[in-house]
């Protein structure tokens, strides 16, 4: 399925790569997709991705989206802030009740050059611990952001002295 999905995708022939992803299982798909994506590294991939977003809007394909902007894609400027793109579409259309969507922005908060805040990534990990108590990502998010955010606080009483100088 890999080679189809490369020459389908490489040839621009996104309705043969829309046609096979319905026949197939969507996990199967996505795992050979972000393969292919990986062996040729071509924006091709994401156009195509964006066409059949066109067709048919899905949190599974906006999630699709996020994973080739992270990973084969994530090297092309601008990657990672389409990636919150995606990741923010693929939450809203889930209501915000889907841990997996949830954690694609949590993954953007880790990266060197975060893409979202602090305080962004400690309001999704609280909405994802709602969702899933036992969830170590999100409880170790919510623990790092918050001394993050304490560090921060600055003491009236500290600004106050440096105007009176």
């Given at each position: 399925?890999?080679?189809?999905?490369?020459?389908?995708?490489?040839?621009?022939?996104?309705?043969?790569?829309?046609?096979?992803?319905?026949?197939?299982?969507?996990?199967?798909?996505?795992?050979?997709?972000?393969?292919?994506?990986?062996?040729?590294?071509?924006?091709?991939?994401?156009?195509?991705?964006?066409?059949?977003?066109?067709?048919?809007?899905?949190?599974?394909?906006?999630?699709?989206?996020?994973?080739?902007?992270?990973?084969?894609?994530?090297e092309?400027?601008?990657?990672?802030?389409?990636?919150?793109?995606?990741?923010?579409?693929?939450?809203k259309?889930?209501?915000?009740?889907?841990?997996?969507?949830l954690?694609?922005?949590?993954?953007?908060?880790?990266?060197?050059?975060?893409?979202?805040?602090?305080?962004?990534?400690?309001?999704?990990?609280?909405?994802?611990?709602?969702?899933?108590?036992?969830?170590?990502?999100?409880?170790?998010?919510?623990?790092?952001?918050?001394?993050?955010?304490?560090?921060?606080?600055?003491?009236?009483?500290?600004?106050h002295?440096?105007?009176?100088?």
């Amino acid at each position: 399925m890999q080679h189809l999905i490369k020459k389908h995708v490489l040839n621009g022939e996104f309705d043969l790569v829309r046609q096979l992803m319905s026949e197939t299982d969507f996990m199967e798909f996505e795992e050979a997709y972000i393969s292919s994506a990986h062996e040729v590294e071509s924006m091709m991939f994401y156009t195509c991705i964006l066409d059949m977003i066109k067709y048919e809007e899905s949190s599974e394909m906006h999630d699709l989206a996020f994973l080739l902007l992270v990973y084969p894609l994530s090297e092309y400027e601008g990657a990672l802030d389409s990636a919150y793109y995606h990741a923010d579409a693929s939450i809203k259309l889930t209501d915000g009740k889907e841990v997996k969507s949830l954690l694609q922005m949590l993954l953007l908060h880790a990266i060197p050059t975060p893409v979202i805040s602090d305080k962004k990534a400690f309001d999704i990990a609280k909405q994802i611990l709602k969702l899933d108590p036992n969830n170590n990502v999100a409880r170790n998010v919510l623990k790092d952001t918050a001394k993050r955010m304490d560090n921060v606080v600055v003491d009236i009483n500290e600004l106050h002295q440096r105007n009176a100088r």
